[in-house]
């Protein structure tokens, strides 16, 4: 593992900045405490010693030397044996997936071991450093992706953020979705992931919720949607020192009477002027356009007067072609109740994208001459 000071006075790979490394800042695993950790037959004793191999490394790291962010390498041999699929034919499948197996359990126990250190962790596999290891993103691509990461997690500078019209009022977004817990007692939480107008989000657990016996999906109850919609607007505040004027609410399913009571509750108490309600969600549809590439990402489809696609991936103006391994799919927008047209909330979650996906063009966006945005 090594860490990394990046110097954002000095031009670099792109955000004027440079890595600067030192032999002092690496730290090397030994072969026989990688070797002990492979050799355990149970996966999450596997992955708990490697948790504690990493975690002694990074502490030594962040506690004597003066670094930014800390890359985790991890040895192919050691990652074949903590990967989703490592699983013992003899382990309980039915005992929560966090404690069992998995690459991406590794990582949340490796940075929730760490938190108390206070320094960012970048893990990368280490044939994803080999450049002869076929089947891989384009190297550019994967430098791209991954000095971004870097750059991104080691300080509070923002490589980009989005475009205000000062003649708007200002916005916030707000997605609401559920997932199921970890210890499995509830069937599923809300929620509530919040972005500002520099872009800059967060995430707000909300309470557990009840499955429609009818469509079995979850949903808000009216006091619910209330408590997630004013702690949304109360980070908001903290953040810009104001209440915005107009809050868009994304939501993954549609909505029930209980959940736009609430939501319309809250936004009166609070003063919030506009509340724009739109479902997101995901489309079997799929379109394709004139030659081999998938349609232009921002493409814009009218289904009808509340039902549009929306390629949030697709095929690229810079490149002039898609820079994907498979077919995009476009997500569904069911426009509940909006001030604004379409156009413009389709363009809203084109910009939201910034931040949840690393732009493949280097940020620049061109509008196609078919319907897009």
């Not at 072969?31 to 990074?58: F, H, P, Q, W």
């Not at 009808?304 to 095929?315: A, C, F, K, M, V």
Request: hydrophobic fraction near 40%.
């Amino acid at each position: 593992m090594f860490a990394i000071r990046p110097l954002r006075d000095r031009l670099g790979f792109g955000f004027h900045t440079e890595f600067v490394s030192h032999p002092d800042l690496q730290r090397a695993l030994r072969n026989t405490d990688v070797s002990e950790a492979t050799s355990l037959t149970r996966a999450r004793d596997r992955i708990g010693k490697a948790v504690m191999l990493y975690y002694e490394e990074v502490r030594f790291l962040a506690e004597h030397r003066h670094v930014d962010v800390i890359v985790c390498v991890i040895p192919d041999r050691l990652h074949d044996v903590i990967a989703p699929d490592a699983r013992d034919d003899d382990e309980e499948t039915l005992e929560p997936s966090i404690d069992v197996t998995g690459e991406m359990n590794f990582r949340r126990a490796l940075k929730a071991r760490t938190m108390h250190l206070a320094r960012p962790l970048q893990l990368i596999r280490e044939s994803s450093l080999n450049p002869k290891v076929r089947g891989q993103q384009h190297a550019a691509t994967k430098a791209w992706n991954f000095c971004t990461a870097l750059y991104y997690k080691s300080g509070p500078t923002v490589p980009w953020k989005l475009v205000s019209a000062p003649s708007r009022p200002t916005s916030c977004a707000v997605g609401v979705a559920f997932y199921r817990s970890r210890d499995y007692q509830s069937l599923h939480t809300s929620l509530a992931q919040v972005f500002d107008e520099l872009g800059n989000g967060l995430i707000l657990r909300g309470s557990p919720v009840d499955i429609d016996r009818e469509n079995r999906n979850p949903h808000l109850s009216e006091s619910q949607a209330a408590e997630l919609f004013k702690r949304a607007m109360d980070e908001y505040r903290v953040a810009m020192r104001t209440m915005p004027a107009r809050v868009v609410i994304h939501k993954s399913s549609n909505y029930t009477q209980a959940e736009i009571a609430g939501f319309d509750g809250a936004a009166q108490e609070l003063r919030i002027h506009t509340v724009d309600l739109v479902t997101v969600m995901n489309s079997k549809l799929r379109l394709f356009r004139r030659g081999s590439y998938p349609p232009y990402r921002g493409t814009l489809i009218t289904l009808g007067e509340d039902r549009h696609l929306l390629y949030t991936r697709g095929s690229v103006w810079f490149y002039a072609t898609y820079p994907g391994m498979y077919i995009p799919e476009p997500i569904e927008l069911r426009i509940v109740r909006s001030e604004e047209t379409p156009l413009f909330l389709a363009a809203e979650i084109i910009a939201l994208t910034v931040f949840l996906t690393v732009w493949s063009h280097g940020g620049e966006f061109k509008p196609n001459r078919n319907n897009s945005l």
